[in-house]
């Protein structure tokens, strides 16, 4: 099955910097890959998508970029507030099948 | 839109008795409902996924006798924990997914079984 693997697992920035989380996947056959961010004592939040025929995509200071042929997908925040601060979970699936979690990264920001 | 919603957010029970937690997607129909469990800083464990008007498929080491499932409708879910047991604490997490690819969560449900 799906192997979804996640770096790194703490990250702490200063306000104002930015913030990239990497994930990589093992099946070729992963096609959308959804970014999550859960807060302390609540439920995952989806905050980004892409699917597999895009390479690129942005919403404001989120964005999150795919690399196929590399398997690895990674979300960038820019300009971090400390509202940014949540554990990030990074995901991969074929539709209609289940989704496959990475590890999730504890982001800090630091004001 | 996507909302979904869990009940209750919090239970505590004592050992031995059983709990509903209800998930129910409100603004869309969810042809699909997973049920998650996250123990502390760890990631998402899946324990199950429903579809409308079938028997849940269960991940393997997942009890189905204690943990019934039921998807009564396209936007009604539960999860019952029976015969709980303190080992049962957790935080469970359910997410509901219609025609397309995304998967909507539900605010979780802290559950403390004493």
């Known amino acids: 099955g799906e192997n979804v693997e996640q770096h790194p697992s703490t990250l702490s920035v200063q306000e104002g910097d930015s913030a990239v989380i990497k994930c990589t996947y093992s099946?070729?056959?992963?096609?959308?890959f959804p970014w999550y961010k859960q807060e302390l004592g609540k439920g995952p939040q989806l905050i980004i998508d892409i699917r597999s025929n895009v390479g690129e995509k942005k919403d404001q200071r989120i964005a999150v970029t795919l690399n196929k042929t590399a398997k690895h997908f990674s979300l960038h925040i820019t300009e971090t507030q400390p509202e940014d601060s949540a554990v990030y979970f990074c995901a991969a699936s074929i539709p209609g099948n289940q989704f496959y979690f990475g590890t999730g990264t504890s982001l800090t920001v630091i004001p | 839109g996507a909302v979904v919603s869990q009940h209750p957010s919090w239970v505590i029970c004592k050992s031995g008795t059983s709990v509903k937690i209800e998930c129910r997607s409100l603004d869309f129909q969810a042809t699909t409902m997973f049920w998650y469990r996250q123990f502390p800083k760890q990631s998402l464990m899946l324990m199950a996924t429903?579809?409308?008007?079938?028997?849940?498929?269960?991940e393997q080491g997942v009890e189905k006798d204690k943990f019934l499932i039921n998807h009564a409708s396209l936007t009604l879910s539960t999860l019952t924990v029976t015969s709980a047991h303190p080992e049962d604490s957790s935080f469970y997490i359910c997410?509901?997914?219609?025609?397309?690819?995304?998967?909507?969560f539900g605010p979780g449900t802290r559950l403390t079984v004493t």
């Open positions: 997410s509901a997914s219609g025609r397309a690819y995304e998967q909507y």
């Open positions: 099946d070729s056959a992963s096609n959308y």
């Open positions: 429903s579809n409308e008007g079938s028997k849940a498929t269960y």
